[in-house]
């Protein structure tokens, strides 16, 4: 059983940065792939990026290739996503999920276990 929590959502503004961290409460995802997804209001949850176990291999999505930079720690149980020129459409609820297969998937549906989310809002 794994339990995740994330942190760091903020309000910032356009052009701005935010470090987001996923650590887990219970459990290790020492040996699990883990991905961030992230879902705006109105529109259905997308895939941002994803590492696998050991952190060799990283996968973005188009968007925020060049921005984005995820990383982990696993000494101390934990992911990160660190944001930079943050834009207005990168505003939404970020989530963490976690996937033992350790694939580092696009696939929500490879993802067994989920945090409840944290928000970005970027904003002037």
């Known amino acids: 059983q794994v339990q995740l929590v994330e942190s760091g959502g903020a309000l910032a503004q356009p052009g701005g940065s935010l470090r987001l961290s996923c650590a887990a409460s219970?459990?290790?995802?020492?040996?699990?792939?883990v991905a961030w997804f992230r879902q705006a209001p109105g529109k259905e949850r997308e895939f941002v990026s994803a590492?696998?176990?050991?952190?060799?291999?990283?996968v973005y999505t188009d968007s925020v290739k060049g921005r984005f930079t995820i990383s982990r720690d696993n000494a101390r149980n934990m992911v990160f996503l660190q944001m930079s020129s943050l834009e207005p459409e990168d505003t939404a609820v970020y989530l963490c999920?976690?996937?033992?297969?350790?694939?580092?998937?696009?696939?929500?549906?490879?993802?067994?276990?989920w945090g409840q989310g944290t928000q970005v809002t970027v904003s002037a």
């Open positions: 999920a976690a996937d033992r297969a350790g694939w580092a998937t696009r696939s929500q549906i490879e993802y067994e276990y």
């Open positions: 219970i459990g290790t995802i020492s040996t699990y792939s």
């Open positions: 590492i696998t176990s050991g952190g060799a291999r990283t």
